[in-house]
């Protein structure tokens, strides 16, 4: 009489539950499936992306719809169990036969199964379902709609309010970690990875991180002859130069390579002619709080490629150019002109030795780590940050798995340091 019942139950229950597992999977991909993906396949026409979109702009609602439907067909289909079952065996046994059979049959057919399919291409499922999830929600919605409303009232007694406000930088961490997952998994380079972090790092980077240093800012004093002007302007690698007068902090204008060229050349060799104080152009002086994000953005209205930073004072910190930022995205960018980096040496031990101004973002890049910088630009900085001190040549510390001895100092300034495993 059990069997026969079961036998005769089977086909209504898969029927219901059949239907439960479609908008399961649909649940699943739809929140598993790619925004990135769904949102270029909307512009490319894809009319089930576009749906897939509409849908996740109020993803609980969408979640609320589904689960009502997926309750009422779980519940009913208990319900007919139950009662066709209690028909053959009634009393307990009856009902406990029937809640084991349902819940085996509602975990495989109704949850299990379909979640697993839907994971395995959730794009693709969700495109496939998005019609009958689109209907179902315009169904349930004004129920949905309600519950929201009744749900939100009662966390409001506790104390709870639920902010429909955006994180912004959700995408961006998502963006982050999606990066860090696949480069983990060997699917993005390391040279791609950074050039990820770099875009992502612009708006919470200060220029004062990456600037050079006022220290190692090559300038000229406007008061030198002209003869000696040109010649050690044109003896840098790079083609703008500070001028200054009296001292280095009054920068007076920045005079370009090319200017100055063009200014030899009108006046037909004549160098003592040449006017450099006509030809310099007017510095441009930005707070050293300025984010990378802004900056580059001003670079770009101003067409402008070089500026100087000061502090809330107006004292001059250092320089920032355009190449500075770019090379915070696409790492070290070389020409014939430049010099060969060597502020990181490798050694035969598997230690390293680096120069105490070397930033330890760039050090993170070239040896794939992750020492924090948030305290300190440089390794020098990180060292001293950490050893609470400034440290002599031959201290050595041991901090972040590493540790870190000091070669050399001039004065409070650290200039080598030795980095080994620890």
Do not use: C
């Not at 996740?56 to 309750?71: D, H, R, S």
């Not at 002086?285 to 502090?311: G, S, Y």
């Not at 890049?365 to 440290?391: F, K, N």
């Amino acid at each position: 009489m059990l069997i026969a019942s079961l036998i005769a139950l089977v086909p209504v229950l898969l029927l219901i539950l059949g239907v439960s597992a479609i908008f399961s999977a649909g649940e699943t991909s739809m929140t598993a499936a790619s925004r990135g993906r769904m949102h270029q396949l909307e512009r490319d026409g894809d009319k089930a992306a576009r749906r897939v979109n509409k849908l996740l702009t109020n993803q609980e609602k969408m979640i609320g719809a589904i689960l009502l439907l997926q309750n009422v067909l779980n519940i009913g289909a208990s319900a007919i169990a139950t009662i066709s079952i209690d028909r053959a065996i009634p009393g307990p046994w009856g009902a406990a036969i029937s809640t084991a059979f349902m819940t085996v049959m509602v975990l495989v057919f109704a949850e299990v199964l379909p979640k697993t399919l839907a994971i395995m291409k959730p794009d693709d499922v969700a495109r496939f379902l998005s019609r009958p999830v689109s209907w179902t929600v315009f169904i349930f919605g004004p129920i949905i709609n309600a519950v929201q409303w009744f749900v939100r009232a009662v966390l409001r007694l506790f104390g709870v309010r639920m902010s429909m406000e955006v994180d912004v930088l959700a995408a961006h961490e998502e963006i982050r970690g999606a990066v860090e997952y696949h480069h983990d998994e060997g699917a993005v380079q390391s040279e791609d990875r950074n050039m990820f972090r770099g875009v992502l790092d612009l708006a919470e980077l200060d220029v004062s991180q990456i600037m050079v240093h006022r220290k190692s800012i090559d300038m000229i004093d406007a008061d030198l002859p002209t003869e000696r002007i040109i010649d050690i302007a044109l003896g840098f690698s790079h083609t703008r130069v500070p001028l200054y007068k009296e001292n280095t902090e009054n920068i007076i204008g920045i005079l370009h390579a090319r200017d100055l060229m063009a200014a030899v050349i009108r006046a037909k060799g004549d160098i003592k002619s040449v006017d450099v104080m006509a030809i310099v152009r007017e510095p441009w002086f930005i707070p050293d709080t300025t984010n990378l994000k802004d900056q580059l953005a001003e670079f770009r209205r101003k067409k402008a490629h070089f500026a100087l930073v000061v502090d809330e004072y107006g004292a001059l910190q250092g320089l920032v150019t355009l190449e500075d930022i770019l090379e915070e995205i696409v790492g070290e960018i070389d020409d014939e002109h430049d010099a060969v980096l060597t502020a990181l040496r490798r050694q035969s031990d598997g230690s390293i030795h680096v120069d105490g101004d070397l930033a330890i973002r760039d050090l993170n890049r070239a040896m794939d780590w992750e020492l924090p910088d948030e305290d300190a630009v440089t390794i020098a900085g990180l060292v001293i940050h950490e050893a609470r001190t400034i440290p002599e040549p031959g201290q050595t510390f041991i901090f972040y798995g590493r540790k870190f001895q000091i070669l050399r100092r001039q004065r409070n300034q650290i200039t080598a340091i030795k980095i080994s495993p620890v």
